[in-house]
């Protein structure tokens, strides 16, 4: 199964400022998704990244403020654009592929602002 | 909105077996059930799938009823280290057998007491 690592682990950021979520993959994946869970909360699914296309997003969540890169077949970022408090949750990356393979998260992101 | 409904909590003596039920009543031919499990401040880790069969592996076995509408995931002999929130999912099966998207629900708080 595939394994993956977010960096940073955890921030506190200032409100207004952005901050860059890193996702790395040890093995090449087709799919790459990004969720948030607030506090107390369940997962959220924020949007799919596929390699080579623009990332899709649901509904409530926009690429202003949320916007993806996927250079290759192993990497995402997730950047949290003009933070406020409501945005601090944990930020969780999966990937999966193809040939019924199950989505793998990585451990999140724990995000506060202040 | 998640398709699947979970009892918020259920408590297990460790070493016991655990039977976490699952209802998906409206679930489609061509959706999947996975299990998955968050264990205190990491990610979501999977634990195993099925379409109609029943499934095993060395984590713990799947039951699908025949009609599918419900499921039961058991943990054989259950320990400390197994007290997580459990999330049960149904997902269809993408074209090239990659994995669709995941809705979670708000799972159940499995608490194995010794």
């Known amino acids: 199964s595939a394994v993956i690592s977010q960096k940073p682990s955890r921030d506190i950021c200032q409100r207004g400022t952005s901050l860059t979520i890193q996702c790395q993959v040890d093995s090449q994946v087709t799919m790459m998704f990004w969720y948030r869970q607030q506090p107390g909360q369940s997962l959220t699914l924020i949007a799919t990244?596929?390699?080579?296309?623009?990332?899709?997003?649901e509904s409530g969540f926009v690429i202003d403020k949320f916007p993806i890169s996927r250079p290759n077949l192993t990497f995402s970022t997730l950047t949290v654009s003009n933070m406020s408090p409501e945005d601090s949750s944990i930020y969780l990356c999966s990937a999966g592929g193809g040939s019924n393979q199950p989505q793998h998260f990585g451990d999140g992101t724990r995000l506060s602002i202040l | 909105d998640a398709k699947t409904t979970q009892p918020p909590s259920m408590d297990c003596a460790e070493g016991r077996a655990a039977n976490l039920p699952c209802n998906h009543s409206t679930i489609s031919g061509n959706e999947y059930v996975y299990w998955y499990r968050q264990i205190h401040s990491q990610g979501p880790q999977y634990i195993i799938h099925g379409l109609k069969n029943n499934e095993t592996n060395e984590m713990a076995s799947l039951i699908i009823t025949e009609d599918r509408k419900s499921s039961t995931l058991i943990l054989p002999h259950a320990t400390l280290r197994d007290t997580a929130v459990y999330y049960c999912i149904v997902s269809f099966m993408n074209y090239g057998g990659s994995q669709g998207n995941l809705i979670f629900g708000k799972g159940t708080k499995l608490s194995v007491k010794p």
């Open positions: 990244a596929n390699q080579g296309s623009e990332a899709t997003y």
